[in-house]
């Protein structure tokens, strides 16, 4: 069983900044990608940004420039830098993390999702 916990999301105004974080627990042996989804009302639920063990990343075209995804592999979390918000970037924000358990099985967990409203 694997959890992840999101936190740091809220209302903010256009152009300004916050910042999410996941922590993930549980049966974990490794956690080879995390990343950022997130779903707007009416819409379906899109990447926006994920980050690989090594370091490497991936951000949808919407905020490549604006966002950053960061994680800490000892601590099993990552985080995601949001600035120059747009109301565009309204929506459930959710953590997700993939890899193998100590069973050896696959994991693909979601957490719970965090609110981001981008509004004046």
């Known amino acids: 069983q694997v959890q992840l916990v999101e936190s740091g999301g809220g209302s903010v105004q256009p152009g300004g900044s916050l910042r999410l974080s996941c922590a993930a627990s549980?049966?974990?042996?490794?956690?080879?990608?995390m990343g950022w989804y997130r779903q707007a009302p009416g819409k379906q639920r899109e990447l926006v940004a994920t980050?690989?063990?090594?370091?490497?990343?991936n951000y949808a075209d919407s905020v490549k420039g604006r966002f950053t995804i960061s994680r800490d592999n000892a601590k099993n979390t990552v985080s995601l830098q949001m600035n120059s918000l747009k109301p565009e970037d309204t929506a459930v924000y959710y953590c997700?993390?993939?890899?193998?358990?100590?069973?050896?099985?696959?994991?693909?967990?979601w957490g719970q999702g965090t609110l981001v409203t981008v509004s004046s």
């Open positions: 980050i690989q063990s090594g370091g490497s990343t």
């Open positions: 549980g049966s974990i042996l490794r956690l080879n990608a």
């Open positions: 997700n993390a993939r890899g193998r358990d100590y069973g050896l099985y696959p994991l693909d967990a």
